[in-house]
């Protein structure tokens, strides 16, 4: 079955770049698109970015000039780096797979909390 | 950007009640629409899209509706299983999720 894996450092200190690993089963990365979707302790849900199953990549426009997706096809899994992270950057990072039929989510990842923090 | 207006925030309800959660969008979104539950500690669950269609496994007591930029969800009979956050996606153009609302049983 379809699933989905994010693991990365649980602490990074401001200004410092964020690297996530996004590990999935049961699905081929040049055939389906997984995106990056974070959210703030108590807070709502913020899409990041999508890497396409023809490898292009979308950001959200908000974070774009930080952010950056990438993947390895071989090894089913997908990457995200953001830099210059900030206190505000601290939240639950997922991943999830964009269905064939359009842009929602439906499959995530059981998502990886980050703290920024001195 | 589209923007999703989601109310109300929270929501309080007993068991058996119908209950609404609605969405609204700064422009068209030709039903480009998504509801997700995500209970606490864990991550959302997909249970609407194309704004009236419900996903695999979910129970037909939810149900979604709208077009243009007026959208809700619907669930019926109340279980004690439903309390959770609900959220509204669109992906008309771009994607961009509502505030969310806390639904908890009464």
């Known amino acids: 079955q379809v699933q989905l894996k994010e693991s990365g450092p649980g602490l990074v200190q401001p200004s410092q770049t964020l690297s996530l690993t996004c590990t999935v089963s049961?699905?081929?990365?040049?055939?389906?698109?997984v995106s990056w979707i974070r959210q703030p302790p108590g807070k709502g849900l913020e899409w990041m970015g999508v890497?396409?199953?023809?490898?292009?990549?979308d950001y959200n426009s908000a974070i774009k000039s930080r952010l950056s997706i990438s993947r390895d096809t071989s090894k089913s899994q997908v990457f995200l780096k953001m830099n210059s992270l900030q206190t505000e950057d601290t939240a639950m990072y997922f991943c999830?797979?964009?269905?064939?039929?359009?842009?929602?989510?439906?499959?995530w990842g059981q998502g990886v909390m980050v703290t920024v923090s001195s | 950007d589209i923007q999703m207006t989601q109310s109300p925030a929270s929501l309080s309800a007993s068991l058996g009640e119908t209950v609404t959660i609605e969405c609204r969008a700064s422009?068209?979104?030709?039903?480009?629409l998504a509801w997700y539950q995500q209970k606490p500690g864990k991550s959302p669950q997909l249970l609407i899209y194309?704004?009236?269609s419900l996903h695999t496994g979910v129970p037909s007591r939810f149900s979604g509706s709208g077009s243009g930029t007026q959208y809700s969800l619907k669930i019926n009979s109340l279980q004690s299983e439903d309390v959770a956050s609900y959220f509204c996606?669109?992906?008309?153009?771009?994607?961009?999720f509502g505030s969310g609302t806390k639904l908890e049983i009464k």
């Open positions: 996606q669109q992906y008309y153009n771009s994607l961009t």
């Open positions: 422009e068209d979104i030709y039903n480009g």
């Open positions: 999830a797979r964009n269905s064939w039929e359009g842009d929602y989510f439906d499959y």
């Open positions: 049961g699905l081929s990365l040049t055939s389906n698109s």
């Open positions: 194309n704004a009236n």
């Open positions: 890497i396409w199953s023809n490898g292009g990549t």
